[in-house]
C-alpha cells in the first residue's frame, strides 16, 4: 500500500491511525505501545514535525510511548540501521521509517523486524519497489511528481539557448531524491535515467548534481559558490 499527498504534512497522527488499525485492540490494551520514528537525520525539520505527530497521538492514547532518533547532523545509513537494530532489541513495536539507503537498510535491519513481525511503515522517502514487502505502507509525496512539477517550473528562467542547470540532493543512494531527480530530467528532457546533455536546450554543469548529506551549513555553501559564478546555473 502506498499512499501520496499533493502537500508535504508535519504530523505522523495518519501513521499512527493506519497503524492501529492492523494492530489488535486486545495487544494495546494490555501493554504501553511503544513507537520508534526513525529520520534521516535526528535534526531534519521535516521529521521533528513528524515526531510531534507522534507525541500529539500519544497525548490521547496513554498506552502509547514515542521515540525519536537517527543519526545526529548528516545521513548516515549505518547509524540508522544500528539504531533501528538497538531499538528492536529493545522492544520496541513498531517502525516509523524514512529511507536513507533501501539497499543498505533492507538486509541488515528490516529483515530481522519482518522476521519479529514488527511493523514497519516508511514515510517521506520510500523503500525501492522490490523492497516494498519489507513495510506495511507508504505514506508521503510522489517525489517523482513533486520533481516534475519543479522542472516546469525551472523552464520559466532559461536564459540561454543551452541552458545550464546544476541539481542539488542530499545522498546518492536515497530513493525519493533519487526520484527527484529523475522527474526534473523528465520534465527538462523527455527522459528520467540520463544526465541532461544539451539536446533539448538544456546541459547538467558537470559538477552536478551535488550531495549535502542532509548537513545544512554545506547546502548553503554549494548555493552561494554556484550563484556567484559569472554564468550561473539554474540550481
Not at 513507537?35 to 505527530?53: L, P, R
Not at 549505518?78 to 513498531?94: F, M, P, W
Request: aromatic share 10%; with cysteine.
Amino acid at each position: 500500500m502506498a499512499l501520496t499527498f499533493r502537500k508535504c504534512f508535519n504530523s505522523l497522527a495518519l501513521f499512527i491511525t493506519f497503524l492501529f488499525s492492523v494492530l489488535s485492540f486486545a495487544v494495546l490494551a494490555n501493554k504501553t505501545f511503544t513507537i520508534a520514528v526513525i529520520g534521516k537525520t535526528k535534526n531534519d525539520s521535516f521529521d521533528e514535525q513528524s515526531f510531534k505527530g507522534c507525541l500529539l497521538f500519544a497525548e490521547k492514547n496513554s498506552n502509547v510511548k514515542c521515540i525519536y532518533d537517527s543519526s545526529d547532523y548528516y545521513q548516515d545509513v549505518r547509524t540508522q540501521s544500528i539504531i533501528i537494530n538497538e531499538l528492536a532489541n529493545e522492544n520496541v513495536d513498531a517502525f516509523l521509517i524514512s529511507t536513507t539507503d533501501s539497499e543498505y537498510l533492507v538486509p541488515h535491519s528490516l529483515k530481522q523486524l519482518k522476521i519479529k513481525n514488527t511493523p514497519v511503515i516508511t514515510f517521506d522517502s520510500e523503500l525501492l519497489p522490490q523492497h516494498a514487502s519489507y513495510r506495511l505502507a507508504y505514506i508521503g509525496t510522489n517525489n517523482f511528481d513533486f520533481a516534475v512539477a519543479l522542472g516546469k517550473l525551472a523552464k520559466k528562467y532559461k536564459r540561454a539557448d543551452v541552458q545550464s542547470i546544476c541539481l542539488q540532493s542530499g545522498h546518492q543512494t536515497t530513493p525519493n531524491l533519487n526520484a527527484r531527480l529523475s522527474g526534473v530530467r523528465q520534465a527538462l528532457s523527455g527522459q528520467s535515467k540520463k544526465r541532461l546533455s544539451g539536446k533539448h536546450g538544456r546541459i547538467e554543469h558537470p559538477r552536478c548534481p551535488l550531495y549535502t548529506m542532509g548537513k545544512r551549513e554545506a547546502s548553503l555553501e554549494q548555493v552561494k559558490r554556484f550563484s556567484s559564478l559569472d554564468h550561473s546555473p539554474i540550481f
